[in-house]
């Protein structure tokens, strides 16, 4: 089945610098790829998603990037805010309607 | 719009006893997945629900199990609860079959002593 490596497991920057999280996946046939921001005790909540047939999006403060060839995807997040702290998941979907998860990342931004 | 809902938010069981989680779907969706949170993981599939059928399956025991209803709502059954079931229970609806976001509710923290 799919397997989602995602790293770093915690990160802490500061206020308006940049974070960089790190997905791999192993199924060449995954075809979707979402990320998700969840604060403590919240649901998970959808910050931006990309497909296969796109190598890059990006929704003001936050950009994906995806590498099919070495099966890699990553978010980044600029000018962070304190807000911004939370846990963060990557996630892949391979033919099937699974979402395979990584094990977060715990971002803390200080201001 | 209430989004997805789960009842009930927080459910403590003993070991051995059985549980029912509940999740509404958001409106104009009709399909229910389920999803196991521990601590400090990210969520696994337990199992999707589309037309009243389980339309996948994740690596799970059996003692999971499943319902989806006409009006598309979706509950999770657990039998003989273990310690390791205690876990925060993501329901997560979407429209379709293709590859469209998937809204989480606020899940049901399940505690087994």
């Known amino acids: 089945g799919e397997n989602v490596e995602q790293h770093p497991s915690t990160l802490s920057v500061q206020e308006g610098d940049s974070a960089v999280i790190k997905c791999t996946y192993s199924?060449?046939?995954?075809?979707?790829f979402p990320w998700y921001k969840q604060e403590l005790g919240k649901r998970p909540q959808l910050i931006i998603d990309?497909?296969?047939?796109?190598g890059e999006k990006k929704d003001q403060r936050i950009a994906v990037t995806l590498n099919k060839t070495a099966k890699h995807f990553s978010l980044h997040i600029t000018e962070t805010q304190p807000e911004d702290s939370a846990v963060y998941f990557c996630?892949?979907?391979?033919?099937?309607?699974?979402?395979?998860f990584g094990k977060g990342t715990s971002l803390l931004v200080t201001p | 719009d209430a989004g997805v809902t789960q009842s009930p938010t927080h459910l403590i069981k003993t070991r051995g006893q059985q549980v029912t989680l509940r999740c509404s779907p958001k409106?104009?969706?009709?399909?229910v997945s389920w999803y196991q949170q521990a601590l400090g993981q990210g969520p696994q599939f337990i199992f999707q629900?589309?037309?009243?059928?389980?339309?996948q399956r994740g690596n799970f025991p059996d003692r999971f199990s499943g319902h989806q209803f006409p009006n598309y709502s979706s509950e999770l059954n657990v039998n003989a609860l273990l310690l390791g079931d205690s876990a925060l229970y993501l329901c997560?609806?979407?429209?379709?079959?293709?590859?469209?976001?998937?809204?989480f509710g606020q899940g049901t923290r399940l505690t087994v002593v």
């Open positions: 997560a609806s979407s429209a379709g079959t293709s590859n469209t976001e998937a809204f």
């Open positions: 990309i497909r296969s047939n796109v």
């Open positions: 996630a892949a979907k391979p033919s099937g309607y699974a979402l395979n």
């Open positions: 409106s104009g969706h009709d399909t």
């Open positions: 629900y589309y037309e009243e059928e389980e339309r």
């Open positions: 199924d060449s046939a995954s075809n979707y």
